[in-house]
C-alpha cells in the first residue's frame, strides 16, 4: 500500500523567485500541525530522479514557480489532467530533465500517482544572484494556508 | 555523388551544454567540419584564488551536476597532495563507493537517456517510454541505486557534503550498508538485461586511430590517482599532467583543445577500456567480449559500449567494497591532519565519467588557494571530436542530408560530452546542398 501524500517543493533557491517551491517545503517542515501521513520534501531540481519518488504516494502536490502571465505572487490550482493536455511533447535534450518531463514519463510508463496536484506561483524575476521578490514572498502566507486546506481536504 | 554539403545543427540536444555541428562540402571537398563551442566561460579557477583550501571541493564539484563526486574528489586530493596529506584505507574505499555511484549514475543516464534513442529509433526518451517501456523503467531503478549509494556515502546524491580534505564527515552504519548490498544483489539482474539490450545494437562502423590517454593503477581497474598512460606507450606522472594536455585555444569554441603525442587525443570510458582491460573484474571482461569490444578499440561510437561494460564493473566492484566494509567494521575517523606551508603546490586526478579530469591548487601558508587550474575530460575531447567528425563526413556523402545530420550528432553524442563543464556543446550545421 503507497504512503498516502507527498508536498514536493521544487526549484533552484539560487534562482529568485523560483525559490518559492523550496522555501514553501522548508515552512511546513516547520508545522506540527500537519496530518500524519503527509510527507515534506525538497524536491531540489531533480528531475526524472523524482520518478521513482512520486511513485511511493498516493497524492502527490507539487510547489513551483510557473509563469502565467499572472501578476507576480498569484497562486492558482492545477491538477496534472488539467495541465496535460496543453504540454507540448519535447526531447529530451540536457542531462538534467526538468520535472514536467519527469511527469510525462512517469505517465507514460503508467507510474504517476493517481493524484497530482500543481500549486504554481506566478513569479515575478527568475535571475540567479537575486533575492525572492516582494510579490512572491508576501503570497508565502496565503499559499502555506492553502497547502494545508488541500492536505486535509479529501484526507 | 554529393558535390556541395552544408549541415547546420544548431545546439546538438541529448547533450549537456551549447555547441553546433558545422559541416561545409564544396565540390566534393570538405572545407569546413568542426564542433563549435558556444557556451560562455564561467571562471571557476579564479572564483577558488583567495577561499580557503576546505571550500574547493564544495565549490568545485558545483562546475558540474553530473560529475559533482568526481570534481569534489580530483579537488580533494588536489588539495591532499599540496598538504601532505595521506589517507586511510577506509577513506579510499568509502571515496570509491561514492565514485562508482556517481559513474553508475552518469553512464546509465548516457546509454539509457541519450543513446539508445537513436539506435531504438525514437527522437528520445519519451516515446522510447512508449515504444520500451521496460528499457526506461529498468534505467530509472539502476539510477535510483546509484543515487541512493552516492546520498549513503556522501550525505548526498549530487555535490558530496561529507568528502573533506584528509577523510570524511559523516560514516554510514552497518544498516546503511546491508541495505546497499541488498538493492545491489538485486540489480545484477538489471545489469545482465543492459548488457544484452546493448550487445544487440548496430553500432556504426567506423574507426579512426588515436590516442587514448587515462588514468592507470597497479592493482585495478580504478578511476581516482594513477599514473597517466596512454595506448601510444607512454607514462606520466600526475604533477607532470600539463605536459600530456598542453591546452591550446581554437577560434571555433569557447573551450580549450589538447593535445599529446598526436594532433588530438580521446578521454573517457573507451580510452580507459584500451589501456586497462586486463583489469576489469571477471563479469565486465565477459560483457566486453558480448559488445564485441576488444583492446585497442578505435571505434568512437563505442565509447557507450564501453561504458556499459564499466556499469558492470562498478557494480560489481561496489559488492565487493561492501563486503569488504562490512566484514572489517567501519570506525569514524577523524580527517588526517594537513601541513600547512608556503606556495605548496599538488595535482589531484581522477577519472571521471568522461574522462580523466586534473585539479590542480597552490596553496599559501594560511591555507588560501593561490592558484588553481581545472583541466576537464570534454575540452581534451574537443580536438578528436573534430578530427573524427572530419573523418566520418567523406564516408557519408551518398548518405541523405538528414542521415548525415544524425550520423554526426550520434558521433558527438558517444564523447558524452558535458560543454557546459569544458567551458567551459551542440547544433549540426551543414553549409550548401
Known amino acids: 500500500m503507497p504512503a498516502h501524500t507527498l508536498i514536493l517543493g521544487v526549484g533552484n533557491p539560487l534562482y529568485g523567485d523560483d525559490a518559492i517551491g523550496v522555501i514553501a517545503v522548508q515552512a511546513l517542515q516547520q508545522r506540527d500541525d500537519l496530518p500524519p501521513d503527509v510527507t515534506v520534501m525538497d524536491g531540489g531540481t531533480e528531475g526524472i530522479g523524482l520518478i521513482p519518488v512520486m511513485e511511493q504516494y498516493q497524492r502527490v502536490i507539487l510547489v513551483d514557480a510557473v509563469p502565467m502571465n499572472q501578476p507576480p505572487g498569484t497562486i492558482r490550482r492545477f491538477t496534472w489532467d488539467e495541465v496535460r493536455p496543453i504540454l507540448h511533447e519535447r526531447t529530451l535534450s540536457l542531462h538534467q530533465s526538468d520535472l514536467t518531463e519527469a511527469l510525462v514519463l512517469a505517465e507514460t510508463l503508467d507510474c504517476l500517482p493517481p493524484e497530482v496536484v500543481i500549486f504554481g506561483v506566478q513569479p515575478h524575476n527568475r535571475q540567479w544572484d537575486q533575492p525572492m521578490s516582494a510579490m512572491v514572498e508576501n503570497a508565502l502566507p496565503i499559499l502555506l494556508n492553502a497547502l494545508i486546506n488541500e492536505v486535509r481536504s479529501n484526507d | ?433
Open chain 2, 1 to 433: 555523388m554529393t558535390e556541395n554539403i552544408r549541415v547546420n545543427v544548431h545546439h546538438v540536444t541529448r547533450v549537456e551544454g551549447h555547441g553546433n555541428i558545422v559541416v561545409d562540402v564544396r565540390d566534393g571537398t570538405l572545407e569546413q567540419c568542426e564542433l563549435q563551442i558556444v557556451e560562455t566561460p564561467r571562471f571557476f579557477e579564479a572564483m577558488l584564488r583567495g577561499r580557503p583550501y576546505m571550500q574547493a571541493s564544495h565549490i568545485t564539484s558545483r562546475i558540474c551536476g553530473i560529475c559533482a563526486i568526481g570534481h569534489a574528489t580530483a579537488s580533494l586530493r588536489a588539495s591532499e597532495a599540496a598538504l601532505q596529506v595521506e589517507v586511510t584505507e577506509q577513506t579510499k574505499m568509502l571515496r570509491k563507493l561514492a565514485f562508482h555511484g556517481e559513474i553508475l549514475d552518469s553512464h546509465i543516464l548516457h546509454v539509457y537517456m541519450l543513446v539508445a534513442p537513436d539506435f531504438l529509433g525514437v527522437g528520445s526518451v519519451i516515446p522510447l517510454a512508449t515504444s520500451h517501456p521496460e528499457v526506461v523503467k529498468r534505467a530509472l531503478r539502476m539510477k535510483k541505486f546509484s543515487g541512493d549509494l552516492c546520498a549513503t556515502i556522501v550525505g548526498r546524491h549530487t555535490h558530496p557534503i561529507a568528502m573533506t580534505v584528509g577523510g570524511f564527515t559523516h560514516f554510514p552504519s552497518p544498516a546503511d550498508l546491508e541495505k546497499l548490498r541488498a538493492q545491489a544483489e538485486e540489480l545484477i539482474a538489471d545489469v545482465d538485461a543492459t548488457v544484452e539490450l546493448f550487445g544487440a545494437l548496430p553500432w556504426p562502423n567506423f574507426e579512426r586511430e588515436t590516442e587514448y590517454v587515462a588514468l592507470v593503477q597497479d592493482d585495478e581497474y580504478g578511476f581516482i590517482d594513477g599514473t597517466i598512460a596512454t595506448t601510444d606507450g607512454a607514462r606520466v606522472a600526475l604533477e607532470d599532467y600539463r605536459s600530456v594536455t598542453n591546452e591550446h585555444l581554437e577560434l571555433h569554441a569557447t573551450a580549450k583543445h589538447a593535445s599529446f603525442n598526436r594532433d588530438s587525443y580521446m578521454v573517457g570510458a573507451l580510452a580507459r577500456f584500451n589501456n586497462k582491460h586486463a583489469q576489469l573484474l571477471p563479469r565486465a571482461k565477459a560483457a566486453a567480449e558480448h559488445l564485441g569490444l576488444e583492446p585497442v578499440c578505435y571505434n568512437p561510437f563505442l565509447n557507450s559500449a564501453a561504458q556499459v561494460v564499466e556499469i558492470v564493473h562498478c557494480v560489481d566492484d561496489v559488492i565487493n567494497l561492501l563486503d569488504t566494509l562490512l566484514e572489517q567494521g567501519i570506525e569514524p575517523e577523524a580527517p588526517t591532519p594537513v601541513t600547512l606551508s608556503p606556495g605548496a603546490r599538488g595535482v589531484g586526478a581522477c577519472d571521471v565519467p568522461r574522462g580523466t579530469l586534473f585539479h590542480e591548487y597552490q596553496i599559501s601558508e594560511d591555507g588560501l588557494i593561490e592558484e588553481a587550474n581545472c583541466v576537464i575530460p570534454t575540452g581534451q575531447n574537443l580536438g578528436n571530436v573534430d578530427r573524427d567528425m572530419r573523418a566520418l563526413v567523406p564516408t557519408l556523402l551518398t548518405e541523405s542530408e538528414d542521415d548525415i545530420r544524425l550520423k554526426m550528432e550520434m558521433l558527438v553524442r558517444a564523447y558524452d560530452p558535458c560543454i557546459s563543464c569544458s567551458a567551459h556543446f551542440l547544433n549540426v550545421e551543414f553549409v550548401g546542398k
